[in-house]
């Protein structure tokens, strides 16, 4: 679902820093995602959805989890800590700082006790067309918690591979052109998406909305059916969204 929004005082301002504004493929049209929904298990995802949510619920009750940080967002008046919470079911190992662009190294991470707590769901992962995964956490909000739009990270020559999962499609996640002011929804069940060139959110939900996202190193079978783009490495899910495989562009859902 594509909507429009009304233009703001930061847009173009935001998001200031080295590398946020370099060229892309002519053929990528923001905002857009690839829907990974083809290429897993959806039922057996969907079978998890009253599993997870109840291990969040003890979670919830506990309040022990740590805070989603918001480090590159559109509107620097947002908040950085905006109160959504994270479970971590990797850490990176003792002594090994933690990088954002380290994500997907995964000698560099272990297990943590949540991971034995989600025991079903990293059996689900384990399916997932990785080679090798490093950085898995679960995000979830129960509070009508809005994530404001915001990048993961400005380094244009870094493409995270990576799969946003979730069990029910309560989280509305958006993906923003922020020339434009246009949003687009996120339909399917997974996806994968830019997060570089491309801002992306969520919008406020009644009850508990979660999802989960894997980092790693995409398999090398799969990794042949994604087109390389000849500059900007971080538009590459974008260039995937926007290119016909065989199936419509997921940018026109």
């Known amino acids: 679902m594509r909507v429009s929004v009304k233009p703001s005082s930061v847009t173009n301002q935001a998001g200031v820093g080295e590398g946020v504004e370099a060229p892309v493929d002519a053929r990528i049209k923001y905002p857009c995602y690839k829907s990974f929904d083809p290429f897993i298990d959806v039922e057996r995802l969907k079978s998890l959805d009253r599993y997870i949510s109840e291990r969040i619920s003890r979670h919830i009750a506990a309040q022990k989890d740590d805070y989603f940080l918001n480090a590159h967002r559109l509107d620097p008046a947002s908040p950085h800590q905006p109160g959504v919470r994270e479970i971590w079911l990797t850490r990176t190992k003792s002594g090994v700082p933690y990088n954002y662009l380290d994500l997907d190294k995964a000698e560099l991470w272990r297990k943590t006790e949540?991971?034995?707590?989600?025991?079903?769901l990293m059996d689900f992962i384990a399916t997932l067309p990785f080679k090798a995964t490093g950085r898995m956490l679960v995000?979830?909000?129960?509070?009508r918690t809005p994530v404001p739009a915001h990048r993961d990270h400005l380094n244009t020559e870094v493409c995270n591979d990576f799969v946003w999962l979730r069990t029910n499609l309560n989280k509305p996640l958006y993906l923003l052109n922020h020339r434009t002011d246009e949003k687009l929804y996120v339909q399917s069940y997974s996806a994968w998406f830019d997060t570089v060139n491309q801002f992306h959110g969520s919008d406020p939900q009644d009850g508990l909305s979660f999802s989960i996202r894997v980092d790693g190193v995409f398999s090398d079978e799969f990794r042949k059916r994604i087109p390389v783009p000849a500059c900007n490495p971080a538009s590459t899910p974008a260039l995937w969204a926007c290119v016909s495989d065989g199936q419509a562009p997921s940018s026109h859902i």
């Open 114 to 120: 949540a991971a034995a707590e989600f025991s079903l």
């Open 139 to 143: 995000i979830y909000d129960d509070k």
